[in-house]
């Protein structure tokens, strides 16, 4: 039999070619990856979760915790001292929450939860805000900020009875460097626009000495749930809750570690001067 002729093999710069386009394939994908992107608007009625939710009768306990993803001051995540700085709350605002984790806290708690992702990174919702709740939303709607600071931000407005009025509720996570004026602009006014009973509470990235905040406090009807009942606080505090039409029964901070920020909380009523 003749011989079988050799098969050729690949030329030496067909396959440089084909590595430098394999190279040049994958090196997009994790730059297109890794890119961070805004999510944009969404609303819906109520939250996730199985839990039965109460309709509060004109009283609530209102919880604000970066989260910083669950990672305490010890650098360590743990969910379980997250959810152990959360109990005993009816309505809570999250920042710095990463995928699922609003969902765990919420099982955890046994209360109902929403995540409000601020932006999308490898293609998934990453990074966020988030919400727990055993009380009735009845509904929300979630706003993209203008991004500033590298960073994507939002804000949540939450509607939800309350006695037999609406209680209106802003949840956010402001920037800290470039944008950071035109955000709290937009939020602040929003907060003032809104009918009262109304709460604004996040990380705002901004201390009491702040000229935006010196101002939306001296604005009419506006004060700072914690330091209406406590005076002077932790100097530097970043945290808050504002109120309008509310006064607040109780507040204070709590810091058991499970982040590198306290958790600042208030129980509210309707101010009866404001009927």
Not at 66 to 73: P, Y
Not at 210 to 227: C, K, N, S, W, Y
Not at 232 to 247: K, Q
């Amino acid at each position: 039999m003749p011989d079988t002729p050799p098969i050729p093999s690949p030329k030496p710069r067909r396959v440089r070619w084909l590595v430098v386009l394999l190279a040049a394939v994958v090196g997009a994908l994790l730059v297109d990856g890794n890119r961070i992107r805004p999510t944009g608007p969404a609303e819906g009625l109520g939250l996730n979760g199985a839990i039965l939710p109460s309709r509060p009768a004109g009283s609530i306990r209102l919880a604000t915790y970066n989260i910083r993803r669950g990672l305490g001051q010890d650098n360590r995540r743990d969910m379980d001292r997250t959810a152990q700085a959360l109990t005993h709350f009816d309505l809570i605002g999250l920042n710095e929450v990463g995928p699922n984790q609003a969902q765990t806290l919420g099982e955890k708690l046994k209360q109902n939860w929403l995540y409000a992702p601020t932006e999308v990174r490898w293609w998934h919702e990453d990074f966020g805000n988030g919400l727990l709740s055993r009380v009735s939303i009845s509904h929300w709607t979630r706003t993209p900020l203008p991004t500033g600071d590298g960073g994507c931000r939002n804000y949540v407005l939450l509607e939800m009875p309350f006695g037999s009025e609406t209680l209106s509720v802003i949840v956010t996570h402001l920037g800290r460097s470039l944008g950071k004026e035109r955000q709290r602009e937009i939020v602040f006014d929003r907060f003032l626009s809104l009918p009262t009973p109304a709460v604004l509470m996040g990380d705002m990235n901004a201390t009491a000495s702040e000229l935006q905040i010196t101002r939306l406090l001296a604005a009419p009807g506006v004060i700072d749930a914690l330091r209406s009942l406590n005076g002077p606080d932790r100097p530097g505090r970043i945290d808050w809750i504002f109120l309008r039409g509310l006064h607040a029964t109780a507040a204070g901070m709590t810091d058991n570690g499970a982040s590198d920020h306290p958790m600042v909380w208030a129980e509210i009523e309707r101010a009866a001067t404001d009927h």
